[in-house]
């Protein structure tokens, strides 16, 4: 017996929308609302480790603020009382922000990231911050420095990553609604093994101030929650121009949650061929083919498309990823912020505080992408990844000419044990499906959509052009209506 | 211990990597980690260059590609540079910065010697 039922459960307060009705007109004070949730962070993540920190008196001083505010005629925002769960590389003034790496342990930003500013101008209240593979890097969460999060389903299973903290919170009913980040999958790959909706905005579509950067043409916040509606109620607070981020897009984003009933009918969806084939476990692209039966159903348009370029992906992506992080991570440099080991120079400092504050996977990923970058290897590694990002781009608008939304796997295999993949290059394999809308900057969610024979989570990724978040949205609302319960989980047994 | 290997005898344009075992030396790995102020042992050493030439060779797939002619994409669409009005706005509090730094003194960060180091 390792999976020990009972750690999936609905947020004890409902819905992020239901919340936000109900402490909107009176009906229920945010204060009852935060606590509801504490009471369950503390029952169970001492088992998940979702959180890294939680911040319970600041919630319920803040909805404290709040529930006084309303009672005194202020208008309730779009998430008045919902609490929401922080990947910890989004920083909030005066609360420590780890990245759960050693090097930033303790740190507490002088300033709040621009999402954390538009969520509380919302009315969300922040219950902490969650477990994340150290600076973003990893599928698992095992690259923590403070230690795995196990995943709600099973918890001998990893929740993926490398947001697996904002999955498990979610899937746990720890918070109604998260926020990750994603570079190459790492919202979208934790929702898919947790069983809950995951969505990576066009890149530019969701401010990056205050998020800590990883790669920075790749990086976008999104958020995790237990419907679509959710998810959307949350971008709408979250997305549209900063002139804080200089790569913003310009221009207002039209509200997702006011189009997200308009159903499927007549949209052209494509099931990517290329991201379908070797790999992809047969219970995976079993359910991906079912999820494309439930869209013709709905009376979409539904046939196979090809995005050649998609399989050369992972390589373009861990050179310029690593490419990128070599260069950002370079200011952990012990004079600023975070540690310092002393050293009787400035050059030793340096290089002690980095050596014992990063943990392998960064270490590994900063050499690679300094290798990448190095005189003689630069054209062959660096170069040729980015013109292999221009393929995935032309090859995607090639697609889109055909279909309006394609489909995919989000993962290519449901949630594996600890340490089953402590191979590098089998951990970046996780990423294959999801790593092509990161190089070409559109965006794309994950959907649950029923189980694996065990009865663990399957996530269907639905992928659409830059700035296709309605569309795309759409037909996630139709897949959330037609998906299966996961087998297992219907006849209250876990793997 | 960090034995640093020069690139020699490949010139810096050359647009092909070395096959397998010749892909990544333990000597390569060595000198990357001093490049990026990082100190391996001798069994991180020798952990790191069999896992970076595993993933340098599966990089290999692009190898065969003719890539002559494509364009490199730096960025997912086309930026040129953002420009705002040159007015003050807020700025971060310094002595709340500093109150983060390891070590701060009259106003700055401070830092250990850095004179008379090796170059």
Same mark, same amino acid.
């Given at each position: 017996m390792s999976g020990a039922a009972g750690y999936v459960a609905a947020p004890p307060a409902g819905s992020a929308r239901d919340i936000a009705e109900a402490v909107g007109r009176g009906d229920r004070s945010a204060r009852d609302v935060v606590d509801a949730h504490l009471v369950r962070i503390a029952e169970v993540d001492p088992e998940l480790h979702a959180f890294n920190l939680v911040a319970a008196d600041a919630a319920r001083a803040e909805a404290d603020a709040l529930d006084r505010a309303i009672a005194s005629g202020t208008a309730a925002g779009p998430l008045a009382g919902v609490p929401i769960a922080l990947k910890d590389n989004i920083c909030t003034r005066g609360v420590a922000t780890t990245c759960s790496s050693r090097i930033l342990e303790g740190w507490r930003p002088p300033y709040d990231a621009t999402v954390v500013e538009r969520l509380r101008a919302a009315g969300a209240i922040i219950v902490g911050k969650t477990n994340l593979d150290e600076f973003a890097m990893g599928s698992s969460t095992e690259n923590s420095a403070f230690g795995p999060t196990r995943n709600p389903h099973d918890v001998e299973r990893v929740p993926g990553g490398s947001s697996g903290g904002s999955a498990a919170a979610v899937a746990a009913g720890l918070a109604p609604v998260a926020l990750g980040s994603d570079t190459g999958g790492s919202i979208r790959q934790p929702a898919a093994l947790c069983g809950v909706v995951g969505v990576k905005p066009t890149y530019g579509r969701v401010s990056r101030y205050g998020l800590v950067a990883f790669a920075s043409s790749l990086d976008q916040i999104g958020p995790f929650a237990t419907t679509v509606a959710d998810a959307a109620v949350v971008l709408d607070a979250i997305a549209g121009h900063d002139p804080l981020d200089s790569t913003s897009i310009p221009e207002p984003a039209p509200s997702l949650s006011a189009v997200l009933d308009e159903g499927v009918a007549g949209l052209r969806v494509g099931v990517v061929a290329e991201l379908?084939?070797?790999?992809?476990v047969p219970d995976v692209a079993d359910r991906v083919r079912a999820a494309a039966d439930a869209l013709a159903a709905a009376g979409a348009e539904v046939g196979e498309a090809s995005v050649p370029a998609a399989v050369f992906g992972l390589t373009a992506y861990y050179l310029i990823a690593p490419a990128e992080a070599s260069s950002n991570l370079a200011r952990y440099d012990g004079v600023r912020y975070g540690l310092r080991v002393d050293a009787a120079t400035t050059g030793e400092m340096m290089t002690a505080t980095r050596t014992a504050g990063f943990g392998a996977e960064v270490k590994r990923r900063i050499m690679l992408g300094t290798y990448a970058l190095s005189a003689g290897y630069y054209d062959a590694y660096y170069g040729k990844a980015l013109k292999v990002r221009t393929l995935i781009i032309r090859d995607f608008a090639a697609a889109y000419e055909h279909y309006d939304l394609l489909l995919s796997p989000t993962s290519p295999n449901t949630a594996f044990t600890f340490g089953a993949k402590s191979d590098p290059m089998s951990m970046y394999m996780n990423d294959v499906c999801t790593i092509p809308s990161n190089l070409s900057g559109d965006p794309a969610v994950s959907v649950p959509f029923g189980g694996d024979e065990a009865g663990l989570p399957v996530g269907v990724q639905v992928l659409a052009p830059a700035l296709g978040e309605a569309t795309m949205l759409r037909a996630a609302a139709v897949l959330e209506a037609a998906a299966p319960t996961p087998k297992a989980s219907a006849e209250g047994v876990r793997a | 211990m960090l034995t640093a290997r020069l690139y020699d005898g490949r010139m810096p344009s050359d647009p092909t990597p070395p096959a /397998?075992? *010749?892909? $990544?030396?333990r000597g390569d790995v060595a000198h990357v980690a001093r490049l990026a102020l990082l100190e391996l042992s001798e069994a991180e050493l020798d952990e790191f260059t069999g896992q970076l030439a595993a993933v340098l060779d599966h990089a290999a !797939?692009? *190898?065969? $590609? !003719? $890539?002559? /002619?494509v364009p490199p994409t730096a960025h997912p669409y086309p930026l040129a540079n953002v420009w705002r009005d040159d007015v003050v706005g807020p700025v971060l509090d310094r002595d709340e910065v500093l109150a983060e730094a390891p070590q701060a003194e009259a106003g700055r960060f401070r830092v250990p010697a850095i004179l008379g180091e090796e170059p």
């Open positions: 379908m084939g070797e790999g992809v | /397998g075992a *010749e892909r $990544l030396s !797939d692009v *190898e065969a $590609l !003719d $890539l002559a /002619g």
